[in-house]
């Protein structure tokens, strides 16, 4: 019988560029770019950004330098605008990889002035409602019109977007024009994500900026998620024993048996990525004759194995594998049920070196 002890992280890049076109369709005539700051969300820059060049994706957006240089090396030809800006720290990520700050102060745009790259026209990033990166309206007016006309790019944030209703929304729009239209009126402009979106044409603009909802993420959840899950977590069971009514599972004894049950032994846990708040709370589900079985976290999650209850699945035996995250029981499901997002699952779960790895077409 065989034995397996590691988890499984599979990662489909053809649900990935299926997403990105449906997106991209939804974004027209706008361009439609690719996000892959904090390595493609933790689901691997390289690899991500590689199969999205080859769906024809050339503006891509990253959070620092180092990872615009990761990018260039399987994007050749694209913009790769960088949304941290350019500092002392990351200027020689920028000259070698030909990267496109998104300048976001005064102090930068001085900074920049200073000591540019020639042929790299910088994009700017205004204050529209969010209230965390941008000039506001009062530091554009200090700047020249020269000044004004230097930049490739106009960006902002919408803070709302995931509630269609939100009254932000047409707030930060009203916002985002009128900027635009005092300061900025040639200049191609960029104000929505994902969940933008599917707001509408008016907040497309010149270019969309695709990230969560390319990994399946839904990010427009008063409507049905038109998204391709595109992860499938899986581990294998290490022992099944019975548990007697009235034993406890797990740290701090926080499960006790009403009944006599039988629990497999998962390997992983909070170590791998896993939210310690799916203890007594979360589920893994297990597939016999082609029927996904979901299986209670019983106890505490642990640094490297989870507990759950497969009473009613007699055939679970070691070397079975479980499932943490498949197209029954997507991200953001289990986001759901740890009272997270689904953004900040994947990418600390993508994070964890212990995984086997796979891409999938």
């Known amino acids: 019988m065989p034995i397996y002890t590691t988890p499984i992280f599979n990662i489909n890049l053809t649900r990935i560029t299926e ?24 689901l691997g820059a390289t690899q991500i950004s590689q199969a ?16 615009g240089e990761i990018v260039r090396q399987v994007a050749p030809d694209a913009e790769i605008f960088v949304l941290q800006g350019i500092g002392t720290d990351s200027q020689q990520s920028f000259a070698r ?7 976001c102060s005064l102090e930068m745009l001085r900074f920049w002035q200073q000591q540019p790259l020639d042929g790299i026209k910088p994009a700017i990033q205004v204050e529209t409602g969010l209230n965390r990166l941008g000039f506001r309206e009062a530091d ?24 269609q209703a939100h009254f932000m929304n047409a707030r930060q729009l009203e916002n985002f024009r009128h900027l635009k239209q005092r300061f900025f009126a040639h200049t191609p402009a960029t104000l929505s994500a994902s969940d933008g979106v599917f707001l509408g044409a008016d907040f497309h603009f010149d270019l969309t900026r695709l990230g969560a909802a390319i990994y399946g993420i839904n990010t ?34 926080t499960f006790r048996a009403p009944q006599d049950m039988k629990i497999a032994i998962v390997s992983i846990g909070y170590g791998d990525g896993v939210p310690r708040s799916l203890s007594n709370r979360g589920k893994v ?12 976290i019983l106890g505490r999650v642990s640094m490297d194995n989870i507990i759950c209850d497969v ?51």
């Open 140 to 163: 554009l007016e200090l700047l020249s019109p020269t000044e004004l006309q230097s930049f490739s790019y106009v960006l902002s944030h919408l803070s709302c977007a995931d509630e």
């Open 285 to 296: 589900i297990f597939y016999q004759h082609g029927v996904a079985h979901f299986c209670p």
């Open 220 to 253: 427009a959840p008063y409507r049905e998620n038109e998204m391709k899950n595109v992860l499938e977590l899986k581990a294998p069971v290490l022992q099944v024993k019975p548990l007697a009514k009235g034993e406890f599972v797990g740290y701090s004894a």
């Open 97 to 103: 990889a030909r990267l496109i700050p998104v300048i």
């Open 52 to 67: 999205l060049y080859a769906a024809g994706c050339r503006h891509f957006f990253v959070a620092h330098g180092c990872e």
């Open 19 to 42: 997403n990105y076109h449906l997106l991209a369709r939804l974004s027209q005539p706008a361009s439609a770019a690719g996000v892959v700051k904090d390595d493609a969300y933790g």
């Open 311 to 361: 009473s009613q699945l007699p055939q679970c035996m070691v070397g079975d594998f479980g499932y943490l995250i498949c197209d029954d029981y997507t991200v953001d499901d289990v986001a759901r049920d740890a009272g997270t997002i689904a953004y900040e699952l994947i990418s600390n779960l993508g994070k964890n070196p212990r995984f086997i790895r796979n891409y999938t077409a």
